[in-house]
């Protein structure tokens, strides 16, 4: 007990900690757009604030001949950098939307090495990737930061994830080997890649527009254009490599123009096997060590859940996907919506009554209050990714305008 604190004044303080703690999974409940926005708009597309280095004379190519490459690459080894940009638009607050979109993944609970927590951050600002991989049963991707390294292993059946910055360790596996927990966040211009060329239908212009230099290689360059309005979507750029297929770069830009949303892509990469002792781990002395196995039952038993489905946040995948894991999905192609019921009544906390005083007020003031004949609802906006909260507590996601959104609630 520290100095001059009385046994009253622990329990006042214990009460305050549980009081700030349920405010923030309240938060958490509300802010949904927060994550949402993030999650969603890494999935459609990333892209390098990268200079290229000249335009190479490669053999000509059609379009689909391109895709074909890219599907039929097999890369089963390579290592790199990637450096990943996002500038969605979103105010500054001062951190607190880290800890808005770690509590919508995981409800505030869990240990900070979670991958479903701590992979967010690349939903925001400029982050730094070493990756690797030897075959489908060994990969790793470690996250750089300030005077700390955050890495995602994944050896066998075994997946480790460590947070250097606060000494722990997320372990949990899988139940044959080569099969281990597939986590949602994408790391790599390969991984956006795929979720962007699952869109390609007849809603959409797909080209081969020239050549670059990406990372040292040679690079055809595919550009993918929504031919709908209305999406926020203006076009997404892949660098293929020439030689073995692999996406080397993305680029997005918003249907408003200006820089693009989201920058991702190697600055550095090879192609060659990375040693064994890469992918080895042990958990460093007085760490602390969270299983992720038993903290996933023990969340769906909290729940009253004893399935393994695993749900997709909003906005990831294509809208097939999303539909097979429980969205509703209105609208077609680039103008899809997910559509998801909170079941919590009354919108934003915006008063005392509801819980959310000062902080429901601000959150209120970040979006633009809406009606129609759905009712009431605030819309929050970025550059790409748009959601309506609506005051019955459903929630209307995609990379539209806000017309569509309410156009899309109207009609419900």
Do not use: C
């Not at 030897?134 to 890495?151: C, D, T």
């Not at 002792?277 to 909290?302: C, H, I, M, Q, Y």
């Not at 539909?323 to 509703?328: E, I, V």
């Not at 009712?375 to 017309?403: E, P, Q």
């Amino acid at each position: 007990m520290a100095p001059y604190e009385t046994e009253g004044s622990t329990g006042a303080a214990q009460a305050d900690d549980e009081l700030r703690a349920e405010r923030r999974r309240k938060a958490a409940r509300y802010v949904v757009p927060v994550a949402v926005m993030g999650v969603a708009a890494a999935t459609i597309g990333l892209v390098p604030a990268l200079a290229d280095s000249g335009d190479p004379d490669l053999p000509k190519i059609t379009a689909q001949e391109l895709i074909d490459k890219i599907a039929k690459s097999d890369v089963q080894q390579l290592s790199g950098t990637v450096k990943i940009s996002t500038d969605l638009g979103l105010p500054d607050l001062g951190g607190l939307e880290s800890g808005l979109m770690s509590g919508a993944a995981q409800g505030g609970d869990g240990s900070s090495a979670d991958p479903t927590t701590k992979l967010t951050e690349l939903a925001s600002g400029t982050h730094t990737l070493r990756v690797a991989a030897a075959g489908p049963e060994k990969q790793k991707v470690s996250l750089l930061e300030s005077g700390a390294e955050y890495s995602l292993i994944h050896n066998g059946t075994d997946v480790w994830g460590y947070d250097s910055k606060s000494n722990e360790v997320y372990h949990s596996t899988a139940a044959d080997s080569g099969k281990a927990e597939q986590h949602e966040t994408p790391a790599t211009p390969k991984d956006f890649a795929d979720d962007v060329l699952k869109s390609v239908d007849d809603t959409t212009s797909v080209k081969v527009d020239g050549t670059a230099q990406v990372a040292g290689r040679d690079a055809y360059r595919l550009v993918i254009k929504p031919k709908q309005s209305g999406t926020t979507v203006g076009a997404i750029s892949i660098a293929v490599d020439a030689k073995t297929g692999t996406p080397l770069k993305f680029t997005l830009t918003p249907s408003s123009g200006g820089a693009a949303v989201i920058d991702a892509g190697y600055t550095q990469v090879s192609f060659g096997k990375p040693a064994a002792s890469t992918f080895d781990f042990t958990p460093p002395k007085g760490a602390k060590v969270t299983e992720g196995d038993s903290l996933d039952k023990a969340n769906r038993a909290d729940k009253g859940d004893k399935g393994d489905k695993i749900t997709k946040s909003p906005g990831q995948g294509t809208p097939e996907e999303l539909g097979k894991n429980g969205f509703d999905v209105l609208g077609k192609g680039w103008n899809s919506i997910a559509v998801l019921d909170t079941g919590s009544k009354g919108g934003l906390p915006t008063g005392s009554a509801s819980g959310g005083g000062d902080l429901g007020g601000f959150l209120g003031s970040l979006g633009d209050p809406v009606s129609g004949k759905f009712g009431k609802g605030t819309v929050f906006s970025t550059r790409l990714i748009n959601a309506l909260i609506t005051d019955d507590g459903k929630v209307y996601v995609g990379a539209v305008d806000k017309a569509a959104l309410v156009k899309a609630a109207n009609a419900r």
